[in-house]
């Protein structure tokens, strides 16, 4: 009876250091992958269309408690640095061109403006561009019968614009469109004979 009791004890003893031995290096293996950049979150681009501004700052706790920063999300930079006035005007002309679609439809109106900032056959901001003439005539509709200044500016339309300033181009170069529907048809035999179509999109064509 006494050797039985002293090989169950051995036994028990066993089971304890061996569990002991077992949770010991897992935690090991826990803190080694926390430490990794692998463990470090990644920023899942799309559609819902975030961007990475979105995500500045963001952190994860890892298992040992230690705050883990993902700094490629801290270093994107914007493409476009605009002041408060310009950014303010190029919300408000994406809402009034391209209020009633979607977020694509609203991009491609802020990719032509920015498109226009950029080339040398326009101003050099976004100001300049949406309010210049031509030909005793301004560049697009909103600015001539008022509606640039009545708009109330939608998220969506917030997260078009900031999709395309850091750098989200889906315009294929486009520097003209029109809504054939409602625009004035000598204004549009204008596109159509000077221009090269490029593609149509909701309700507007664009053009180069």
Known sequence: ??????????????????????????????????????????FMEERAGLD????????????????????????????????????????????????????????????????????????????????QRGNGTVQFSPVRDGRLNRVKVSEETKEAVKRVLYGEDITEGALYFAARKYADPERMKWFDNSLTLLFSYGGHEFFS
């Not at 036994?11 to 826990?30: D, G």
Request: glycine content about 4%; charged content about 25%; aromatic content about 10%.
């Open 1 to 42: 009876m006494y050797k039985y009791k002293k090989s169950l004890t051995a036994l028990l003893l066993c089971h304890m250091i061996f569990a002991v031995s077992w949770f010991t290096v897992k935690e090991l293996q826990i803190n080694r992958i926390a430490s990794t950049p692998a463990f470090q979150i990644r």
């Open 52 to 131: 990475a501004s979105s995500f500045m700052g963001m952190v994860t706790e890892a298992s040992s408690g230690q705050r883990i920063v993902d700094y490629n999300l801290l270093e994107r930079k914007a493409k476009y640095n605009l002041s408060q006035e310009d950014y303010d005007v190029l919300l408000r002309i994406v809402e009034a061109e391209a209020g009633c679609e979607d977020i694509k439809g609203k991009m491609l109106v802020a990719g032509v403006v920015m498109n226009r900032v950029e080339s040398s056959r326009f101003p050099d901001t976004v100001r300049e561009v949406v309010f």
